[in-house]
């Protein structure tokens, strides 16, 4: 055998060493999701929408005839806003209001979906690591307002806006919320109330197993006014002082005109 067979033969040799490992290397799982509208527009008739959001697992391992090997989880985020807490406490037979938190950048819309309960799926590190439910969300104090109270009093305002918030449909935790279609497929339906806020939202969907997240994908949501509505809006907030005073003006003569109508000689 001539030298320059043997050097052919070990480059070949050394070709496929080093990229046998490459080629066979496993890929790991990617979740890729999208929702059914990424635009709402908000008009006078407008009483609430549906939004679907769904999904596949690429590079899934799952089997036919086992159970599932994953868990996914969707949550939905709307624009931030400051959310002060009030306390009420009776005085002298009248109830008023005798402390408060302001909390900075709370979600105005908060909605997760699951397909069991998030304390089953994984722990509260990683909860708390990606806001993963009510315990979970960022509602911190607004400034030096930290010092003045003990946690137990933080706990409790904190625990009174997201019971609010419950109660008024813009903060949804449903752990049947998120269905497999399929062995790879998924899908989750919510509801957005008519009083939800304007803005900009975050779809966030991730795919853990066994409590660790392996993969998370973002999809964007925009709510918005239109029409006279968004006419309205923008001057109370472009052009306040003249918003106030048309906002006058038209009473006074709405109030004028009621008397005039009613007014009996």
């Known amino acids: 055998m001539s030298i320059r067979m043997i050097v052919a033969l070990l480059a070949s040799l050394w070709v496929l060493s080093t990229g046998t490992p490459s080629l066979a290397a496993p890929v790991s799982e990617k979740i890729e999701s999208d929702i059914s509208s990424r635009n709402i527009a908000i008009e006078s008739n407008f009483t609430g929408e549906k939004i679907v959001i769904f999904g596949t697992i690429e590079n899934s391992k799952q089997s036919e005839f086992e159970p599932s090997l ?39 819309y908060y909605a997760i979906l699951s397909a069991r309960e998030l304390k089953t799926i994984t722990n509260k590190t990683t909860l708390d690591a990606y806001g993963l439910g009510f315990d979970s969300l960022p509602l911190r104090p607004l400034g030096s307002e930290v010092s003045s109270r003990v946690t137990r009093d933080l706990d409790d305002f ?22 497999f279609v399929g062995r790879n497929l998924f899908r989750a339906t919510v509801d957005l109330p008519a009083s939800v806020p304007v803005g900009k939202y975050a779809t966030d969907v991730y795919l853990l197993r066994e409590g660790d997240v392996l993969s998370h994908n973002r999809s964007q949501l925009t709510i918005d006014k239109q029409g006279f509505e968004r006419f309205v809006f923008s001057a109370a907030f472009d052009y306040p002082l003249l918003y106030g005073i048309i906002a006058v003006i038209i009473a006074v003569t709405a109030g004028l005109l009621a008397s005039a109508l009613t007014r009996r000689d």
């Open 70 to 108: 994953y868990d996914v989880v969707v949550v939905i985020r709307g624009p931030k806003e400051q959310i002060v807490s009030r306390r009420k406490s009776q005085v002298v037979g009248i109830w008023i209001n005798r402390s408060s938190q302001t909390f900075a950048n709370a979600p105005g």
């Open 158 to 179: 904190r625990s009174a806006i997201i019971r609010i918030k419950q109660r008024e449909g813009l903060y949804i935790y449903d752990p049947a919320g998120v269905v």
